[in-house]
């Protein structure tokens, strides 16, 4: 995230997105009442004649602010949606007054304008700043001949995968294992290059596949290995990436990143419930009331009711 524009006295700061993260970040600092300008792209009618195109409209380009409604942001297809009414447009194109969703774009500038900043507005912004001069990482379990990934992300474990090989067992006479196995190790590693900047790759799994696998980094890839380290787990995919993130290995090589955080809080949290500890209270009235009590050392709230 950058901050590409910002007068404080008018209330209007502008950002960058550049990565996934920053729009879900953004979907935190956006709030009903503001006003979002960004360019967004709308089907507008086109009267030239043309039936196909009267009739499907021509899709224009351009930019618009919108009074905000409602923000949402969708994990799974990574796209930030921004619904309000129109208030500033080029109005020969688009009804002032009328629905429109802006969907935030990496890399196009988005600019916020509130009445009024709050602390935690601005702190959300620091957030994702430096968030994107953390660490990135990600876990690779290996279990057999199949490879799981979960790429951290500042809203939580983005999962990929399985990639699968075609290895047989040891015990199986097989002359083209070695070649098999080599040709698996390569679609790993092809696999863990298309993310980029990746700096740290903590690989997993029960067994010693992951032990012959980083050898194979040593030896072929020694730029991967030295920003590898190795873990142990009871199972493999997504349950084994899921006790890497529970063992806080993650959290340990980079104490800043916010998903390996919350896992570690709510693990804490869960703990307490399990032994029946009076040192944790959930629940909008209990927790309501512990706050009244000014008793709240950590508080935990969620994105989404459960």
């Known amino acids: 995230m950058k901050i590409t524009y910002q007068d404080r006295k008018k209330g209007i700061i502008e950002l960058l997105p550049e990565t996934l993260d920053d729009l879900w970040h953004l979907s935190h600092i956006i709030a009903e009442g503001d006003t979002v300008y960004s360019k ?112 951290m992300r500042q809203f939580g474990i983005e999962y990929y995968g399985p990639v699968m090989g075609n290895v047989s067992g040891k015990r199986i006479i097989d002359k083209n294992r070695a070649k098999n196995i080599e040709k698996f190790y390569q679609k790993i590693v092809d696999y863990i290059l298309k993310f980029e900047n990746i700096q740290t790759i903590v690989l997993a799994g029960p067994g010693f596949f992951k032990n012959d696998f980083y050898k194979y980094l040593e030896s072929k890839h020694a730029d991967l290995a030295k920003k590898t380290i190795l873990e142990s787990t009871g199972s493999g995919g997504r349950v084994g990436i899921n006790e890497v993130l529970k063992k806080g290995t993650v959290e340990k090589l980079a104490t800043e990143n916010r998903a390996a955080f919350e896992i570690s809080a709510v693990n804490e949290i869960l703990q307490e419930i399990a032994k029946s500890s009076n040192l944790v209270v959930y629940g909008k009235k209990e927790v309501k009331n512990a706050i009244n009590l000014g008793a709240i050392d950590k508080l935990l709230v969620l994105d989404n009711l459960i």
Do not use: M
Request: aromatic fraction near 6%; avoid cysteine.
């Open 40 to 151: 967004t792209t709308r089907r507008i009618q086109d009267n030239t004649g043309d039936k196909l195109r009267s009739d499907r409209g021509v899709k224009r380009t351009f930019t618009l602010g919108v009074s905000v409604e409602d923000v949402s942001f969708h994990i799974f297809t990574g796209k930030l949606r921004i619904i309000g009414s129109i208030i500033k447009g080029p109005e020969d194109l688009i009804p002032l007054g009328s629905h429109h969703t802006i969907e935030a774009k990496l890399n196009t500038p988005i600019k916020i304008f509130k009445e009024h900043w709050s602390a935690y507005a601005l702190k959300r912004i620091n957030q994702a700043i430096e968030a994107s001069k953390k660490l990135s990482a990600i876990i690779v379990v290996l279990e057999d001949d199949v490879a799981d990934f979960g790429l």
